[in-house]
């Protein structure tokens, strides 16, 4: 995920109004102050590098003043704005609204790092009782009518077409947050609006904290007997943790993706990959006071109400019309593409893993647990490939310094770590770098990273910025982040991970270089079309297979050996491997996601929903959604991706068409010109035009879904 959301219109409002990823000051305007906080939070970053987050002071008793004052403040700015005697303009208005509100900003980075990095149960409960005066302040400022009649006469003036192509474009972004979060409504229809969003935001904000508290709550702790099939690896990461809380001599397979995932590729204790996919599949649903079901239905009834407010059939139809897709019939109709394939290579799979079941005599029918496990005896027969020997090869260390590689490469960027303790950090394990230009040496920003699982931080991987690029009021750097929960390897060893972990680890960097090599003027162009955002980060994970990479940062991390030749082609070889399994437990997820925000919800009872039309849609009883509903955080915990999770297939099919481009080019994938291209077309522009447009300029076209069909290994239908 690119951003962490607070609430629903925090996303509309916090991003595109105040530009909450770009702390900087501004420099001589009447609507921001510069004031002197006494807390830590509010004050502006000091420091080096143009000022950095004071990591070191923050102290949750400060959270909660921090954000009452710093919504006094932006919402009394606001007010000037739209109490302002002067005609509207795009100066007085559009620009005021961008500067305004930083102090605010500086909380909530403070407030990100509670909630996705530090968590506890103080901060918790804290959200809890934020959240609904988080809406409350949303409300204030896209209900200012007074301020939504400045923005429209901007939108429908004259100035409006002598104005850049980025102002016209923010103009429009501006507009549309207010006219499509209830801008419009008047009296009763009006205050319903809120106080669903208020609703909404508690909701949302106790369903993370129950899959959080799963995620804490579910842990296998394994003695020496049962330890039978894992990688020495991983049994030591699996002691670390244990010891960690509090049961030394044992071996914790935590409630996490990277404690799973790898559990079910090797354990041979069939029981106990049962139960700790049960663990970590039925987050958030064990019928406890944990139990996010009826959190669901409740959410989705809100969702409907709101929209029918504002006079949309449903959800789906609000969020994707302002998205690539645009309607959800477009979505579907992608996804209807490539489900068929998809489903019928599981069925390939699972015929080839239940030969060999068979051949062992093990008597058993593959269930879910099973998939991994004998997927990867299948990959060993098809391909003698063994992921544990290429996990030998991938060093958390030596891929970061591929990654460096690469946007050298391609990016002109050059990193260098800062050691000497001048960038605060929140916790031992994150480190910083700072990123210059190659060429020039000009200071581009901080690259913050934060690798390793732990107590009290949310699963999954992240990046996120601290501070954005602009030139509004003067040229800032970029303070990015990404974040990972691998297994932390012993002490003076190798942390080592998997294949598809270092495909995330690349993609999550794709995002920090999405950032890094921004070129806009306003805070606003960093806001996201959400079927789109996550094109650059997925097609930054090609890179990870060029020979350049391979041959010069995957080594053996006892010998120091570079990765055999053979094993590379093994690994090319197997590219379409499991690709059966992959795509259809992702778009299990997309396609019930739109399901949830196109139907009456007064017809979904959520345990009973998914089942029966995953059933309609032919499922396979083998695999189930990637993330099933009660734990299905992108849609349920925030709106970022509610009715949108297809995105990341949208953004597949430009990630292929982008990469077949590279691959016909005459430099490969470090083709120069066609990387020029990339950066001054994808990456630097951000949302400061169509996306739809920038990828026509890098292409020459728009993307062809055949070539996701020919990267999957999938049947690609011939036109007529």
Excluded at 12 to 17: K, N, Q, R, S, Y
Excluded at 266 to 278: A, G, M, N
Excluded at 288 to 293: G, L
Excluded at 641 to 662: K, N, P, R
């Amino acid at each position: 995920m690119i951003k962490s959301t607070i609430t629903a219109l925090s996303v509309a409002v916090v991003i595109g109004l105040s530009g909450c990823n770009n702390t900087s000051e501004p420099q001589g305007t009447d609507t921001v102050k510069k004031a002197n906080y006494s807390n830590v939070l509010l004050q502006e970053f000091s420091g080096p590098f143009q000022g950095v987050p004071q990591f070191d002071k923050m102290n949750l008793v400060d959270l909660k003043p921090a954000l009452e004052m710093g919504m006094a403040e932006h919402l009394a700015d606001v007010d000037k704005i739209a109490s302002n005697p002067a005609s509207p303009t795009f100066d007085n208005t559009i620009a005021e609204l961008e500067r305004a509100g930083k102090s605010l900003d500086r909380v909530f980075t403070y407030y990100g790092i509670w909630r996705n990095n530090k968590s506890s149960a103080e901060a918790r409960e804290l959200q809890k009782e934020i959240a609904p005066k988080l809406s409350e302040y949303d409300s204030k400022i896209i209900q200012n009518s007074k301020l939504f009649n400045r923005v429209k006469t901007v939108f429908n003036s004259d100035e409006y077409k002598a104005l850049t192509p980025e102002q016209q474009r923010i103009t429009w972004l501006t507009y549309n947050n207010f006219a499509r979060n209830g801008a419009t409504l008047q009296g009763n229809a009006k205050l319903r609006y809120a106080e669903i969003n208020q609703q909404l935001a508690s909701l949302q904000t106790k369903f993370s904290s129950n899959v959080l508290a799963d995620e804490e709550s579910y842990v296998v702790y394994l003695n020496a007997s049962q330890l039978s099939g894992l990688p020495e690896s991983f049994v030591v990461g699996a002691a670390a943790a244990a010891a960690e809380r509090g049961k030394v001599g044992q071996y914790a397979i935590t409630n996490s993706r990277s404690s799973m995932d790898p559990f079910l590729t090797y354990s041979t204790e069939r029981s106990l990959r049962e139960q700790v996919w049960k663990n970590y599949y039925n987050r958030g649903g064990n019928g406890d006071q944990y139990d996010n079901n009826g959190i669901i239905k409740e959410i989705l009834t809100l969702r409907h109400e709101r929209v029918q407010l504002l006079g949309y059939e449903n959800y789906a139809q609000w969020r994707l019309e302002d998205r690539m897709a645009k309607t959800p019939e477009n979505a579907k109709a992608l996804m209807d593409q490539v489900w068929p394939a998809a489903v019928a290579r599981v069925k390939e799979e699972v015929a080839d893993m239940q030969a060999i079941a068979d051949k062992e005599e093990v008597k058993i029918t593959i269930e879910p647990w099973d998939y991994r496990f004998y997927s990867e005896k299948v990959r060993k027969d098809k391909y003698a490939l063994d992921s544990n020997e290429v996990k030998q090869y991938l060093q958390l260390d030596k891929l970061r310094e591929a990654m460096f590689y690469v946007a050298g490469r391609l990016f002109n960027f050059e990193f260098s770590e800062v050691v000497d303790g001048s960038v605060p950090v929140y916790h031992d394990d994150v480190r910083v770098w700072e990123v210059k230009d190659k060429a020039s040496g000009k200071h581009v920003g901080l690259w913050y990273l934060d690798p390793f699982a732990r107590k009290g931080k949310r699963s999954g991987a992240w990046a996120n910025t601290f501070r954005s690029y602009t030139t509004m009021d003067g040229e800032t750097n970029v303070l990015s982040t990404n974040n990972s929960n691998f297994v932390k390897g012993p002490e003076g060893k190798a942390t080592l991970i998997s294949w598809s972990d270092a495909q995330t680890y690349f993609h999550e960097f794709g995002h920090a270089l999405h950032f890094l090599s921004a070129d806009v003027v306003y805070p606003q162009s960093h806001s996201g079309v959400r079927d789109y955002t996550e094109f650059q980060s997925q097609l930054l994970e090609r890179w990870l297979t060029t020979d350049e990479v391979i041959n010069q940062f995957l080594v053996h991390h006892e010998t120091g050996k570079p990765i055999p030749k053979e094993l590379v082609a093994k690994i090319k070889k197997s590219a379409t491997f499991n690709q059966g399994f992959s795509t259809t437990e992702y778009m299990g997820s997309a396609i019930m996601d739109l399901l949830y925000h196109s139907t009456d919800p007064t017809k979904i009872d959520p345990a009973k929903f998914e089942k029966e039309q995953l059933t309609k849609l032919g499922m396979p009883a083998e695999l189930v959604m990637r993330h099933r509903s009660t734990q299905f955080g992108h849609i349920f915990s925030s709106e970022g991706y509610a009715a949108a999770y297809y995105g990341y297939l949208w953004a597949e099919v430009l990630t292929s068409d982008a990469a077949e481009a590279f691959a016909d080019a005459p430099g490969g994938f470090y083709d120069e010109a066609l990387a020029n291209k990339l950066v001054k077309h994808l990456f630097s522009v951000r949302n400061a035009m169509d996306p739809a447009q920038a990828y026509r300029l890098f292409r020459g076209r728009d993307a062809d879904v055949s070539a996701l069909m020919r990267d999957r290994g999938f049947p690609v239908k011939q036109s007529d």
